[in-house]
């Protein structure tokens, strides 16, 4: 079975911790500090490839998680940078975290995307040194990764998508058209997954992939059909695949049905080109195909109308023709639109950031005041605090940062419990 989703989670490597250590050579008894910095850890990048075919192994194996940074050492010696973790994903991965909100659409080759960032790494004791504090017997912690959970949602790339009701011929079509080998039976739902095939068309490939089919209710879920109509969102044509020998009103009616149902999904999927392969016709009469043909002409919205018979080869180049139409159409306009944008594409504005200590908002939390901005969470996160010269360097700098004069304006007297991130803290 073809796996297109799969939930999983992410996290980054931990930094690694700062090194306390003093100088101690021969002749040098008493040198000063020097105590490397930690690493960063590394971070989980979700890299497109076309050597995956779908998302079996993390829906398999759903926890990810990137090496930790190198703790820092004596002599001024940093860690090792945290490795990197590269997980290959399947193109046309569509990545979103737990509310949804769309994170990364992976549709090139090689194409990447950083999940999770690597903690930062501790300071080493070398780095507190200055003339009033020439022995820091101090360094600091390194931050854990980020984590957070992810939902992965493969939706194939192809130009064309063949799409019908159940046991319409599409499969068969598919096998004729191009190299592709499904599975091919005489009943219904024997495509219960996406097929890919290659159409050769001008030097230039397209890719068709075979839908399975769809049924009444689809878009509501029936049958797996949300979960089939997925996969025609990223197909710039659409060949609409119906049973001729059913009759002129029930080719209308089928088609129909489809139509329905795409538009309830994505009603966007209405405008895109499309045709209609009349199948089977093989085993109709000439009378009974002319009346489809004409039913299906008065709809108005089909670009072109084929009568195919993958057994006999019938009609095939013609189909084919209209393939190379539609999505010749689409290409000449993606690459249109995509010289005008490179056209328009405005230089970069490179801005200072508000990563400042002094960037930070006090706000009443129960009892309890909460201190909230990103350099000082860090700053707090990464001291030791079971250290006492530790302690007194991190009050020094939250004083420059008049944080207790912010907090006194809000109402804290001494003894109140102050809280950074998920650090407590005593207001003195």
Same mark, same amino acid.
């Given at each position: 079975?073809?796996?297109?989703?799969?939930?999983?989670?992410?996290?980054?490597?931990?930094?690694?911790?700062?090194?306390?250590?003093?100088?101690?050579?021969?002749?040098?008894?008493?040198?000063?500090?020097?105590?490397?910095?930690?690493?960063?850890?590394?971070?989980?990048?979700?890299?497109?490839?076309?050597?995956?075919?779908?998302?079996?192994?993390?829906?398999?194996?759903?926890?990810?998680?990137?090496?930790?940074?190198?703790?820092?050492?004596?002599?001024?010696?940093?860690?090792?940078?945290?490795?990197?973790?590269?997980?290959?994903?399947?193109?046309?991965?569509?990545?979103?975290?737990?509310?949804?909100?769309?994170?990364?659409?992976?549709?090139?080759?090689?194409?990447?995307?950083?999940?999770?960032?690597?903690?930062?790494?501790?300071?080493?004791?070398?780095?507190?040194?200055?003339?009033?504090?020439?022995?820091?017997?101090?360094?600091?912690?390194?931050?854990?990764?980020?984590?957070?959970?992810?939902?992965?949602?493969?939706?194939?790339?192809?130009?064309?998508?063949?799409?019908?009701?159940?046991?319409?011929?599409?499969?068969?079509?598919?096998?004729?058209?191009?190299?592709?080998?499904?599975?091919?039976?005489?009943?219904?739902?024997?495509?219960?997954?996406?097929?890919?095939?290659?159409?050769? #068309?001008?030097?230039?490939?397209?890719?068709?992939?075979?839908?399975?089919?769809?049924?009444?209710?689809?878009?509501?879920?029936?049958?797996?059909?949300?979960?089939?109509? *997925?996969?025609?969102?990223?197909?710039?044509? #659409?060949?609409?695949?119906?049973?001729?020998?059913?009759?002129?009103?029930?080719?209308?009616?089928?088609?129909?049905?489809?139509?329905?149902?795409?538009?309830?999904?994505?009603?966007?999927?209405?405008?895109?080109?499309?045709?209609?392969?009349?199948?089977?016709?093989?085993?109709?009469?000439?009378? #009974?195909?002319?009346?489809?043909?004409? *039913?299906?002409?008065?709809?108005?919205?089909?670009?072109?109308?084929?009568?195919?018979?993958?057994?006999?080869?019938?009609?095939?180049?013609?189909?084919?023709?209209?393939?190379?139409?539609?999505?010749?159409?689409?290409?000449?306009?993606?690459?249109?639109?995509?010289? *005008?944008?490179?056209?328009?594409?405005?230089?970069?504005?490179?801005?200072?950031?508000?990563?400042?200590? &002094?960037?930070?908002?006090?706000?009443?939390?129960?009892?309890?005041?909460?201190?909230?901005?990103?350099?000082?969470?860090?700053?707090?996160?990464?001291?030791?605090?079971?250290?006492?010269?530790?302690?007194?360097?991190?009050?020094?700098?939250?004083?420059?940062?008049?944080?207790?004069?912010?907090?006194?304006?809000?109402?804290?007297?001494?003894?109140?419990?102050?809280?950074?991130? &998920?650090?407590?803290?005593?207001?003195?």
């Amino acid at each position: 079975m073809l796996a297109d989703r799969a939930k999983i989670c992410v996290r980054g490597g931990r930094g690694g911790d700062g090194c306390v250590s003093f100088r101690r050579e021969k002749y040098v008894p008493r040198g000063g500090p020097n105590g490397g910095d930690g690493a960063r850890g590394g971070d989980v990048v979700l890299v497109a490839t076309r050597q995956v075919r779908d998302l079996t192994t993390l829906a398999h194996r759903p926890h990810v998680r990137a090496a930790a940074g190198g703790h820092g050492q004596g002599a001024q010696r940093h860690g090792a940078q945290g490795e990197d973790l590269l997980v290959d994903v399947p193109v046309g991965t569509e990545v979103r975290d737990t509310d949804g909100a769309l994170l990364g659409d992976l549709t090139v080759e090689g194409q990447r995307l950083v999940v999770a960032r690597g903690g930062e790494g501790g300071r080493g004791n070398t780095c507190f040194k200055s003339s009033t504090r020439q022995a820091p017997h101090f360094a600091e912690h390194g931050l854990p990764g980020e984590e957070r959970w992810l939902e992965l949602r493969l939706k194939l790339l192809a130009d064309v998508g063949l799409v019908g009701l159940p046991n319409a011929g599409k499969s068969s079509l598919l096998a004729a058209l191009t190299r592709a080998r499904p599975k091919i039976a005489p009943y219904p739902f024997t495509t219960i997954e996406p097929n890919l095939g290659v159409l050769e #068309l001008d030097g230039r490939p397209v890719v068709v992939a075979d839908i399975p089919g769809l049924i009444e209710g689809a878009s509501e879920g029936a049958g797996l059909g949300d979960r089939f109509l *997925a996969h025609i969102e990223r197909t710039a044509a #659409l060949i609409y695949v119906v049973d001729v020998t059913a009759g002129a009103a029930a080719v209308v009616e089928g088609l129909a049905t489809v139509r329905r149902e795409l538009e309830a999904f994505r009603r966007a999927l209405m405008g895109r080109p499309a045709a209609v392969a009349l199948t089977k016709v093989d085993l109709a009469t000439p009378a #009974l195909v002319e009346e489809a043909v004409a *039913a299906v002409a008065r709809l108005g919205w089909p670009q072109a109308v084929a009568n195919v018979s993958a057994v006999s080869g019938e009609g095939l180049d013609v189909l084919a023709a209209a393939v190379r139409q539609l999505v010749g159409g689409v290409r000449a306009a993606e690459e249109a639109a995509a010289r *005008a944008a490179t056209d328009a594409e405005a230089p970069v504005v490179l801005r200072p950031g508000q990563d400042r200590l &002094e960037a930070f908002t006090v706000s009443r939390e129960g009892d309890a005041f909460r201190l909230t901005g990103a350099a000082l969470e860090r700053l707090v996160a990464k001291a030791d605090l079971e250290n006492e010269e530790a302690v007194m360097y991190l009050q020094e700098v939250i004083a420059r940062a008049r944080v207790d004069q912010a907090l006194r304006r809000a109402g804290a007297v001494p003894g109140d419990t102050v809280l950074v991130g &998920e650090i407590p803290l005593e207001f003195a």
